[in-house]
């Protein structure tokens, strides 16, 4: 059945005529502009961008804070240095990283880069040294003088007197000049003697001579009477006066005990030259001719 609508009152009819709505757009074309601004701005696109950027630039931040403390560590791996010294009248044994053994005689240097030395075993070294080598990778000893190199041997290294000695005891040493323009490869009981220009070879040289210090002993063979007044100097700690003229000429060979007074070191010196030596301090001593 068809249904009737009601009819309109025509009261009604008359207030529906006066209102106006002022819209002229289709839903179509309001939908096609929100999509439009909602595309252009998306909600909480800032708040994202600034996010990103804050995060981006801790990591950058913690990246190079990573970067510089690798740096560090590096550099002090490599340039970290451990010296070791010997005052007059001192020996001393020092163990090196690998288990290789020092013993110094009385004013000595040595110095070298611990944390670096499963890298490279090299150090530096001034006065007069048994160096104990372990097996293993090249081991370099650098003087001013002089380098010596050897994989795995005992040998002893004197950078006094102007000159450059090494004594090999056991194994084979390479010595070179500080240019590395005269070479010897020494196997034991052969001593080198590096002259600024020269290196000279000694064989069958017995080590009871060389290492004599080691036991606290003094063993001279035709040495310079000023070289051999220098090392009772630096085994008692003392000074000498030596007020004898031109002594270059003078040479000195003796073998004795280190007594624990100098006294008895100088008589034994001053005999063989016809001197006397006195006491003037503490610590001083004068030799002159009778």
């Known amino acids: 059945m068809k249904q009737n609508n009601p009819p309109i009152d025509p009261k009604e009819e008359k207030i529906f005529e006066k209102m106006h709505i002022p819209f002229t757009k289709s839903k179509e074309m309001v939908w096609e502009e929100l999509n439009k601004k909602i595309q252009a701005t998306p909600p909480n696109t800032k708040k994202q961008k600034t996010?990103?950027?804050?995060?981006?630039?801790?990591?950058?931040?913690?990246?190079?804070?990573?970067?510089?403390?690798?740096?560090?560590?590096?550099?002090?791996?490599?340039?970290?240095?451990?010296?070791?010294?010997?005052?007059?009248?001192?020996?001393?044994?020092?163990?090196?990283?690998?288990?290789?053994?020092?013993?110094?005689?009385?004013?000595?240097?040595?110095?070298?880069?611990?944390?670096?030395?499963?890298?490279k075993r090299q150090l530096n070294f001034e006065g007069e040294g048994f160096f104990d080598v372990k097996k293993g990778s090249d081991f370099t000893v650098i003087s001013s003088a002089g380098?010596?190199?050897?994989?795995?041997?005992?040998?002893?290294?004197?950078?006094?007197?102007?000159?450059?000695?090494?004594?090999?005891?056991?194994?084979?040493?390479?010595?070179a000049d500080y240019a590395a323009k005269n070479t010897a490869v020494l196997t034991p009981n052969h001593l080198a003697i590096l002259n600024k220009t020269t290196i000279e070879v000694k064989k069958e040289v017995k080590a009871t001579?060389?290492?004599?210090?080691?036991?606290?002993?003094?063993?001279f063979i035709a040495q310079p009477l000023?070289?051999?007044?220098?090392?009772?100097?630096?085994?008692?700690?003392?000074?000498?006066?030596?007020?004898?003229?031109?002594?270059?000429?003078?040479?000195?060979?003796?073998?004795?005990?280190?007594n624990n007074a100098p006294e008895a070191a100088l008589d034994l010196i001053c005999q063989?030259?016809?001197?006397?030596?006195?006491?003037?301090?503490?610590?001083?001593?004068?030799?002159?001719?009778?």
């Open 147 to 175: 380098n010596t190199q050897v994989l795995g041997t005992s040998f002893n290294i004197n950078t006094r007197n102007n000159q450059y000695e090494v004594f090999c005891l056991t194994g084979k040493v390479r010595v």
């Open 51 to 119: 996010g990103k950027i804050i995060l981006l630039s801790w990591i950058k931040m913690a990246a190079a804070a990573v970067l510089i403390a690798a740096i560090g560590l590096s550099v002090f791996v490599r340039f970290y240095t451990t010296t070791i010294n010997t005052l007059n009248a001192q020996h001393l044994s020092h163990i090196l990283p690998d288990g290789s053994g020092v013993t110094l005689n009385a004013s000595s240097t040595l110095s070298y880069q611990p944390y670096y030395w499963s890298f």
């Open 226 to 258: 000023h070289y051999v007044l220098a090392e009772i100097e630096r085994q008692y700690n003392i000074v000498i006066d030596l007020q004898v003229k031109e002594p270059q000429n003078m040479v000195y060979t003796g073998n004795f005990k280190k």
């Open 272 to 290: 063989s030259f016809g001197f006397i030596f006195v006491q003037t301090g503490d610590k001083t001593y004068s030799i002159a001719k009778k």
């Open 209 to 219: 001579q060389i290492l004599a210090w080691k036991n606290n002993k003094f063993n």
